[in-house]
T-cell receptor
């Protein structure tokens, strides 16, 4: 399998559930990102990891908890979400942090999350 | 205020037409500019990348940056139905900011 993969592709959860989103990159990259994409809104950068260390957390509510166990895998743990958290959650990777912020990021297909 | 403003459209054009997409930005520190294309049910993919002001051409696609007016443009010549997608502009000063995306439909 190549590129950036995300599972699950679709997720419906209640406000009291706990779930996790998984991202895996097969590109040998050192930086990984979580984005939130809502209709008619710009992509919102949520978290950035470089060499498995979190380097950015853009004022994201604590009900979203990222985890990067190694440079190929990224998780987003979800708990007690709100209906306004329903969106497409995209994972991306780049060769390194500088490249990702000035050149190319490679995106996965996203997880469509619906919070009831 | 959003750092990058982009008209969400939608924009519908006949096959063969020139598609013109535009963004404005507010951060004068932006040096790097990108256009990403996102097909339905897919993640964005980099289409064009430019550094500072000027034009860049790649096949049917031309990206323009005018830093004096803080304007980013993408032109698609001889548009094809396969160009139907959402186009996202972005600017960066080592922190990346995206526009909301413009949805384009090219009618056969």
């Amino acid at each position: 399998e190549t590129g950036v993969t995300q599972t699950p592709r679709h997720l419906v959860m209640g406000m009291t559930n706990k779930k996790s989103l998984k991202c895996e990159q097969h590109l040998g990259h050192n930086a990984m990102y979580w984005y939130k994409q809502s209709a008619k809104k710009p992509l919102e950068l949520m978290f950035v990891y470089s060499l498995e260390e979190r380097v950015e957390n853009n004022s994201v509510p604590s009900r979203f908890s990222p985890e990067c166990p190694n440079s190929s895998h990224l998780f987003l743990h979800l708990h007690t979400l709100q209906p306004e958290d329903s969106a497409l959650y995209l994972c991306a990777s780049s060769q390194d942090l500088r490249t990702g912020l000035t050149d190319t990021q490679y995106f996965g297909p996203g997880t469509r999350l619906t919070v009831l | 205020q959003k750092e990058v403003e982009q008209d969400p459209g939608p924009l519908s054009v006949p096959e063969g037409a020139i598609v013109s997409l535009n963004c404005t930005y507010s951060n004068s520190a932006f040096q790097y500019f990108m256009w990403y294309r996102q097909y339905s049910r897919k993640g964005p993919e980099l289409l064009m990348y430019t550094y500072s002001s000027g034009n860049k051409e790649d096949g049917r696609f031309t990206a323009q940056v005018d830093k004096s007016s803080k304007y980013i443009s993408l032109f698609i010549r001889d548009s094809q139905p396969s160009d139907s997608a959402t186009y996202l502009c972005a600017g960066s000063d080592y922190k990346l900011s995206f526009g909301a995306g413009t949805t384009v439909t090219v009618r056969a």
